[in-house]
């Protein structure tokens, strides 16, 4: 994802990884007081959630190329 960082490449991935874990669980896992969920979470979370599967299969893990 961040080919311009060079040797740097993988732990900015990582980080990534780690940053966009850390949205995507508080995201999907947010709930209102009366114990509903948010749909402007739900709908981040999702986001948050595809692109850190992106960035792993493609970048980290190497399996697929889109």
Known sequence: MFEFAGD???P???V???VTAVIAWRGIRARN???SADYIHL???CI???FFF???FQ???GVVKF
């Open 8 to 10: 740097m490449e993988m």
């Open 54 to 56: 992106v960035v792993l």
């Open 59 to 61: 970048d980290v893990l």
């Open 16 to 18: 990534f990884l780690a």
């Open 48 to 50: 948050a959630a595809l």
């Open 43 to 45: 709908l981040f979370g």
């Open 33 to 35: 007081p009366d114990g």
């Open 12 to 14: 900015i991935n990582i």
